[in-house]
Nanobody, 117 residues
Framework: VQLQASGGGLVQAGGSLRLSCAAS????????MGWYRQAPGKQRELVAG???????NYADSVQGRFTISRDNAKNTVYLQMNSLKPEDTAIYYC????????????WGQGTQVTVSS
């Protein structure tokens, strides 16, 4: 399975960006799709996840500002980011995780999001 992320960039505080991540290869819609981020000097953290049935979860820091969605027909996950803050600056990684087999996890290459104040 390969993941290709896109949509990062530079935006001013208060602005919006939409990230996309398309999965290719042998996979099914049962996988949980998610976004993580890693800021300089910090550990990678979960931003948002979405299960195959559409159930979502968010980090407290992005709740109400970010929205995750998925298109199972296209094997694509999206992250709509609104009201961006400088502290959202990080490399964002998409992730594919089998709900049962923990060893089946896949990562995209990362896309840079920079929010200027």
């Amino acid at each position: 399975v390969q993941l290709q992320a896109s949509g990062g960039g530079l935006v001013q505080a208060g602005g919006s960006l939409r990230l996309s991540c398309a999965a290719s290869g042998s996979m099914s819609s049962i996988y949980v799709m998610g976004w993580y981020r890693q800021a300089p000097g910090k550990q990678r953290e979960l931003v948002a996840g979405i299960a195959s049935g559409g159930r979502t979860n968010y980090a407290d820091s992005v709740q109400g500002r970010f929205t995750i969605s998925r298109d199972n027909a296209k094997n694509t996950v999206y992250l709509q980011m609104n009201s961006l803050k400088p502290e959202d600056t990080a490399i964002y990684y998409c992730n594919l995780q089998h709900p049962v087999l923990s060893s089946r996890t896949y990562w995209g290459q990362g896309t840079q999001v920079t929010v200027s104040s």
